[in-house]
């Protein structure tokens, strides 16, 4: 072998030996793991004074602030999350919060606040204002929330917990990284010691790559290798909060109460010949008072002598408020805290004036937006009522989706009855003729009240009257749909009068008539005997408290003993 011939082959294994070397350094930097650790603050990219929330086990869109070495969280993650009986006032920069037994309000950045109307003072504000959001205090939230935190430093940051039970967990096999991401490439967050506790953040997502979503005791989420870590177990979180007590006023047996509709003072005669035609009412509810003004002041048509003889009869008095009046904004009288105020003491002293034994609460134009406004009222009377020894009752229509926000499961709550008038499913603005109170009308709206308020606090209203339906077609065909409503022995008599004859009607549970007049139809569902006691048959058959009539007076007598066959 040539000179020339050795050197090349020298030099060939030489520069093998150099690519393998390369090669080998590339496959070492590969599977070797990073040791760059991220900073923390950069990991939460917080600004001065902010507080990452990481809740349960996930970062939450929102910060919490720092003030004076409180923390407050925004109000919406509050009133959305974690309590939604805490209530921001925006027109007057006033937080309120109920109990069964306290109303607590305080003013924005004030560290003073009053239960009722005692005034308190805390050691920093409870609620503040900052960028056109107000934020509260989270150590006054958990005070009267089912919710617990933890408060870490370097960077800022709480772990709120607020959902109990069963969650997925591990421990650290043996010392470890928590990764930002999927990779031993990837930045570390923090060393993990050996025991140390983790909770799976997506406990279904098993990562292709060999690591697991988890997050630290303290709030640090990342990635760790699934062979570092011990077999996934299960622990449970559990809650030591004590939910208040909301009492309730209960009457014995099962209640029969009649609307007595009075339109004027002199009306207020007429309650012992009314009464006299009827058998076994136990509560009488006349429709006295109105909202009057934005500011929250009502008329009243109260009468001592009303009460007195009511009570002579056996019969407890519920006067009825009602929201009727074209001149009042329901929106500016609830959504401002001193207006709101004046309404509930209003009513409250005219209770105590006229020693009356409960208040009716008739609201039936609060629109979806008044949603929180209103029932806020209903928590804020409920405690007045609770003080005084008031029964409190709030009448609502049959519940559906679109009317949700009257939240009945909160009234059902803090109200000691609830009211569902089962009635007007077809009503003086129909565009079609029907029937007031059909059976599955009646039957569904029972159904339903029962998923969100207990039996034992909820009365169902039937009708004592019933709509004529006039059908009068144009020259093109079309139907314009008028009706007018008539009590039960005067519903009868037109259609008597008519010549015309009522057959019963399995599907509504009600006799059906109809007849022709002057090139009109007139259609009429009947409210007797046998649709009464179709429907109480399932008020009885559900268990509820009790039955509530519109109206006294338009009833047949003998209506009364149908309704004592059911009633206790």
């Not at 070397?21 to 599977?31: D, L, R, Y």
Request: charged letters at 25%; one cysteine or more; proline letters at 2%.
């Amino acid at each position: 072998m040539d000179r020339r011939t050795k050197q090349t082959i020298i030099g060939t294994s030489i520069a093998l030996v150099i690519i393998i070397v390369i090669i080998g350094a590339a496959m070492i930097k590969k599977i070797t793991p990073s040791d760059k650790v991220m900073d923390l603050s950069e990991y939460y990219k917080l600004d001065q004074n902010e507080v990452m929330v990481i809740m349960q086990n996930q970062i939450y869109e929102k910060k919490a602030y720092l003030q004076d070495k409180t923390i407050y969280l925004d109000f919406d993650t509050i009133n959305g999350i974690l309590n939604k009986r805490f209530y921001w006032d925006s027109n007057e920069n006033i937080l309120s919060y109920t109990t069964p037994t306290e109303i607590i309000k305080t003013e924005a950045d004030s560290s003073s606040y009053y239960i009722n109307e005692k005034k308190k003072k805390s050691d920093y504000p409870i609620a503040v204002l900052k960028d056109n959001a107000v934020y509260v205090a989270i150590d006054f939230v958990k005070q009267y929330s089912d919710m617990s935190y933890e408060y870490y430093k370097d960077p800022n940051r709480i772990v709120i917990k607020y959902q109990y039970g069963d969650y997925l967990a591990t421990k650290v096999k043996k010392a470890t990284q928590l990764r930002y991401e999927p990779s031993i490439k990837s930045d570390i967050l923090v060393q993990l010691e050996p025991d140390q506790s983790l909770t799976y953040v997506d406990p279904n997502e098993v990562l292709k790559s060999g690591f697991s979503k988890v997050m630290t005791a303290d709030g640090i989420i990342g990635y760790v290798k699934n062979n570092r870590v011990e077999k996934s177990y299960y622990d449970t979180l559990k809650s030591d909060y004590k939910a208040p007590e909301y009492t309730h006023i209960k009457k014995e047996g099962d209640i029969n109460l009649v609307w007595h509709q009075v339109t004027n003072r002199d009306a207020n005669n007429n309650l012992s010949n009314l009464i006299a035609k009827t058998q076994g009412v136990t509560t009488v509810s006349p429709t006295w008072f109105k909202i009057s003004d934005n500011e929250g002041s009502i008329t009243s048509l109260a009468d001592e002598n009303y009460v007195k003889q009511a009570h002579t009869l056996g019969l407890e008095v519920w006067g009825l408020v009602d929201d009727f009046s074209t001149e009042i904004s329901m929106t500016d009288i609830l959504s401002h805290t001193s207006s709101r105020e004046k309404l509930i003491q209003n009513l409250i002293n005219a209770a105590k004036q006229y020693k009356l034994d409960g208040l009716n609460i008739d609201f039936e134009k609060i629109s979806s937006e008044s949603g929180n406004d209103y029932i806020e009222l209903i928590r804020e009377l409920s405690v007045m009522c609770r003080n005084n020894g008031i029964v409190l009752s709030i009448d609502n229509y049959v519940p559906t989706s679109y009317t949700a926000y009257y939240d009945r499961e909160e009234q059902g709550l803090v109200a000691d009855y609830v009211i569902i008038m089962a009635y007007d499913e077809h009503h003086g603005g129909s565009e079609e003729s029907g029937s007031v109170a059909s059976i599955g009308f009646v039957d569904n709206a029972i159904n339903n009240i029962l998923k969100m308020v207990p039996g034992e606090r909820v009365i169902i209203g039937i009708p004592f009257y019933t709509r004529m339906w006039k059908e009068t077609p144009d020259q093109s065909g079309n139907i314009t749909v008028t009706s007018q409503a008539y009590g039960m022995s005067k519903a009868k008599a037109l259609l008597e009068d008519s010549g015309a004859s009522a057959k019963w009607d399995d599907q509504t549970g009600q006799y059906y008539g109809e007849y022709e007049k002057d090139g009109a139809t007139y259609k009429i569902w009947l409210e007797e005997e046998d649709s009464i006691e179709t429907k109480l048959k399932l008020i009885n058959k559900a268990n509820v408290a009790g039955i509530a009539c519109w109206k006294l007076g338009l009833e047949k007598e003998n209506i009364w003993d149908v309704i004592n066959k059911y009633l206790n």
